[in-house]
């Protein structure tokens, strides 16, 4: 097991031998499910390329030189990292050029022409990159094309099909495969994020192999909901008044705030996904797969109307009357 990560040491290999052969890229799209340790794989490769105790052919850091402290410390000035911001729903542009009074003199773009205070390398991590959108992607166009000296950028998604073109034609491709059950079970055990070694093996089973979603199922009120829908898609007339009732009210339970409210839909959307993916692989040659695949997408077109701000009641009740009739 590679720096603590489980479950990717075939992609820890790879970097070694990049680093052995004195081939690393200057930009990678690390892609795959959420929750299987992207952003962690993504820090830990940042560290070992700044460590200045270590060889620069070698995959590994020392813990005990200056960058590696900064680093434990989340303070080194070579790793810029990017993501979200509170109430944002994507990247914005301020984030890679600056503000207007900083145009292009501060954000990511500026920051990681710089060259390294310590290590060698200057390393940006961007998560949440299925969010840009042309305006963020454009800003950051011009340094993947003509990349600064000793500078890596690692983007971090979930699927090379939520990656805008121009990204994707200019990144290194690394997919992360989900976590098996097994392991999932033991990182909820072992982490104490779930107390009953029942109830984790349940959810590892249903979580795809993401980690994330294991600890969500986990919670009492989400697993009544999916056992409640279950139960529901499960009939041959689906109610559809019925479940978008119940999916209505339990993203309301999230708050008054939208962001929160939007969380609590994606996962019972995830869910339901889930339930029809179980089916369609279980029996993969069966006449209802037509059927299956269609409401796996329609789950699908729900979770990107979620994620564009549609008004979410009109996304339930849409969701749950398409799912009746298909």
């Known amino acids: 097991m590679w720096m603590d990560i489980h479950g990717h040491d075939s992609i820890a290999e790879r970097f070694a031998r990049t680093l052995r052969d004195g081939r690393l890229a200057s930009t990678y799209l690390f ?69 207007d009074e900083h145009r292009n003199r501060a ?83 072992e982490n104490e994020l779930v107390d009953n070694t029942q109830v984790a093996q349940t959810v590892s089973e249903l979580a795809e ?34 479940l978008a009732v119940m999916v209505h009210d339990y993203s309301n339970s999230a708050g008054k705030e939208a962001g929160p409210r939007r969380t609590a839909l994606l996962q019972v959307l995830g869910l339901v996904a889930r339930h029809y993916r179980r089916h369609l692989r279980a029996a993969p040659a069966s006449p209802e797969v037509p059927r299956l695949l269609r409401r796996i997408d329609r789950c699908l077109d729900a979770e990107y109307q979620v994620d564009r701000n549609v008004h979410l009641q009109t996304v339930i009740q849409a969701w749950a009357d398409d799912l009746a009739r298909s």
């Open 209 to 242: 192999g993401s980690l994330d979603q294991a600890v969500a199922m986990a919670d009492e009120a989400l697993w009544q909901v999916h056992t409640r829908a279950v139960e529901l898609l499960n009939q041959p007339v689906i109610d559809s008044v019925k």
């Open 107 to 189: 954000g990511l773009c500026h920051d990681i022409s710089l060259k390294p205070y310590l290590g060698r390398h200057r390393v940006a991590v961007i998560d949440c990159a299925d969010t840009f959108n042309n305006s963020t992607a454009n800003a950051l166009l011009k340094t993947l094309e003509e990349p600064p000296p000793r500078s890596v950028i690692i983007l971090v998604g979930t699927s090379e099909a939520r990656q805008l073109s121009t990204i994707r034609s200019r990144s290194q491709i690394v997919r992360f495969a989900p976590l098996e059950p097994a392991m999932l079970a033991q990182l909820l055990v």
């Open 31 to 99: 892609v795959g499910p959420g929750g299987v340790g992207k952003r962690m794989f993504a820090r830990r490769l940042a560290k070992c390329l700044l460590c200045t105790g270590t060889p620069a052919t070698e995959l590994e850091a020392c813990d005990q030189c200056e960058s590696c402290q900064l680093m434990d410390a989340d303070n080194h000035p070579d790793l810029l990292e990017v993501g979200l911001l509170k109430d944002k729903r994507t990247l914005i542009l301020e984030q890679f050029v600056g503000d």
